[in-house]
Nanobody
Framework: QVQLIESGGGLVQAGGSLSLSCLASGRLFAKYAMGWFRQAPGKEREFVAHINWSGGRTHYADSVKGRFTISRDNGKNTVYLQMNSLNPEDTAVYYC????????WGKGTLVTVSS
């Protein structure tokens, strides 16, 4: 069983930045593909960014490409999401996701972007 704990959410003005972190439990973190998803009020959960086990490959949703950066530190069991140039449409609960043999989800952290 893997536990994922997100942190770093909060309230920010449009144009601002936030950095999210996701700490994973266990000793197999380096084997996991990691991702960030988000769910805005009244909408379905959507993909934001993905990073492979080594950090050598990343993939982003078109809506965040060029503004968000996903990275990971396998020595710290942590994946990050640096979010720049935030706009109100980025307001959502952001969830951390891990995949290795099965899939795991964190409980989410709320990001609110004011106009």
């Amino acid at each position: 069983q893997v536990q994922l704990i997100e942190s770093g959410g909060g309230l920010v003005q449009a144009g601002g930045s936030l950095s999210l972190s996701c700490l994973a439990s266990g000793r197999l973190f380096a084997k996991y593909a990691m991702g960030w998803f988000r769910q805005a009020p009244g909408k379905e959960r959507e993909f934001v960014a993905h990073i492979n086990w080594s950090g050598g490959r990343t993939h982003y949703a078109d809506s965040v490409k060029g503004r968000f950066t996903i990275s990971r530190d396998n020595g710290k069991n942590t994946v990050y999401l640096q979010m720049n140039s935030l706009n109100p449409e980025d307001t959502a609960v952001y969830y951390c996701n891990a995949k290795f043999l099965r899939e795991y989800w964190g409980k989410g952290t709320l990001v609110t972007v004011s106009s």
